[in-house]
């Protein structure tokens, strides 16, 4: 199969470049190489290609950045998507598309499902809301996959700095009021490959590791793990603080846990729970 990865540089976009290359050709596009504002530059880079399957990470994901530059995050997140599905169409192409927790304004204390109504709370959300339906307006066969909290070797993450943080200074903190569901990249990526290689219809599809949990509950987790590999750390525990106590500039939805049951029928095995993938990553990845 030839894959064309948009974002391959990014954290998920570089885990699925890895982990379908060894199966399959692929071609990956950097932020660099392609320049997602441009609708025109969009189709003349990836209509001069031959694919069966456009996967498409990349997306501008600063939440605060984005409340301050509406017109580019509309571009980047919304826009392009939509041009990028009418590429994939045209040539008869597959397409999977990767979305946000954020579309969900976070009131409800439940794991969000594909068919749950979304209400975007800020910029960055509306934007990621708006890619989601430009893609499924173009087809209804592709698929957009909800993502949430990525974590990965690519590129350092919150549960890095963390880590990092726990080793220079004797305490540490985290959101204890926010909740949502880690999603190692690497699984991720494992994720896709058994994805494309079973019939399924597209839609709308949450995709991250099972479970759900809070920032502070999520780097205990990741400062436990380091701690058992031995790594030198100053800070054992993890404090709480409130979100509203970060003082950030764009609002946050406080509850986007997302349910994996339909990722879970498709693929037919459920993804690991979110400590185990935590665990195998500080042990793979930070520790050494």
Same mark, same amino acid.
């Given at each position: 199969?030839?894959?064309?990865?948009?974002?391959?540089?990014?954290?998920?976009?570089a885990?699925l470049?890895?982990?379908?290359?060894?199966?399959?050709?692929v071609?990956?596009?950097?932020?660099?190489?392609?320049?997602?504002?441009?609708?025109?530059?969009?189709?003349? #880079?990836?209509?001069?290609?031959?694919f069966?399957?456009?996967?498409?990470?990349?997306?501008?994901?600063?939440?605060?950045?984005?409340?301050?530059?509406?017109?580019?995050?509309?571009?980047?997140?919304? #826009?392009?998507?939509?041009?990028?599905?009418e590429?994939a169409?045209?040539?008869?192409?597959? #397409?999977?598309?990767?979305?946000?927790?954020?579309?969900?304004?976070?009131?409800?204390?439940?794991?969000?499902k594909?068919?749950?109504?979304?209400?975007?709370?800020?910029?960055?959300?509306?934007?990621?809301?708006?890619?989601?339906?430009?893609?499924?307006?173009?087809?209804?066969?592709?698929?957009v996959?909800?993502?949430s909290?990525?974590?990965?070797?690519?590129?350092?993450?919150?549960?890095?700095?963390?880590?990092?943080k726990?080793?220079?200074?004797?305490?540490?903190?985290?959101?204890a009021?926010?909740?949502?569901?880690?999603?190692?990249?690497?699984?991720?990526?494992?994720?896709?490959?058994?994805?494309?290689?079973?019939?399924?219809?597209?839609?709308?599809?949450?995709? +991250?590791?099972?479970g759900s949990?809070?920032?502070?509950?999520?780097?205990?987790?990741?400062?436990d793990?380091?701690?058992?590999?031995?790594?030198?750390?100053?800070?054992?525990?993890?404090?709480?603080?409130?979100?509203?106590?970060?003082?950030?500039?764009?609002?946050?939805?406080?509850?986007?846990?997302?349910?994996?049951?339909?990722?879970?029928?498709? +693929?037919g095995?459920?993804?690991?729970?979110?400590?185990?993938?935590?665990?195998?990553?500080v042990?793979?990845?930070?520790?050494?």
């Amino acid at each position: 199969m030839k894959i064309v990865v948009v974002g391959s540089g990014g954290r998920l976009g570089a885990a699925l470049a890895r982990e379908l290359g060894s199966d399959h050709q692929v071609v990956g596009f950097r932020r660099k190489d392609l320049d997602l504002t441009s609708p025109e530059t969009i189709r003349k #880079m990836l209509g001069d290609l031959d694919f069966d399957l456009l996967l498409t990470p990349a997306a501008l994901t600063q939440v605060d950045y984005c409340e301050d530059h509406v017109e580019e995050a509309m571009a980047v997140n919304a #826009m392009a998507p939509g041009v990028m599905a009418e590429v994939a169409k045209e040539k008869g192409a597959r #397409m999977i598309h990767f979305g946000t927790d954020y579309v969900f304004d976070g009131k409800d204390p439940e794991p969000r499902k594909e068919t749950d109504p979304i209400n975007p709370l800020g910029v960055y959300g509306l934007s990621k809301a708006e890619g989601e339906r430009a893609v499924l307006a173009v087809s209804e066969d592709f698929v957009v996959a909800r993502v949430s909290w990525v974590f990965g070797p690519d590129r350092p993450s919150f549960l890095d700095s963390i880590i990092a943080k726990a080793m220079e200074v004797d305490e540490v903190s985290a959101i204890a009021d926010k909740y949502s569901s880690p999603t190692f990249s690497n699984d991720l990526a494992k994720l896709v490959s058994l994805l494309i290689d079973r019939p399924c219809s597209g839609g709308l599809l949450n995709m +991250c590791n099972s479970g759900s949990c809070s920032w502070q509950e999520y780097a205990q987790v990741g400062i436990d793990a380091a701690l058992a590999c031995g790594v030198p750390l100053r800070a054992k525990q993890v404090d709480a603080i409130s979100l509203e106590q970060m003082g950030f500039q764009a609002p946050r939805p406080k509850y986007t846990a997302m349910s994996v049951d339909r990722l879970t029928q498709i +693929c037919g095995q459920c993804p690991r729970p979110w400590q185990e993938a935590v665990n195998d990553y500080v042990r793979r990845f930070v520790a050494t």
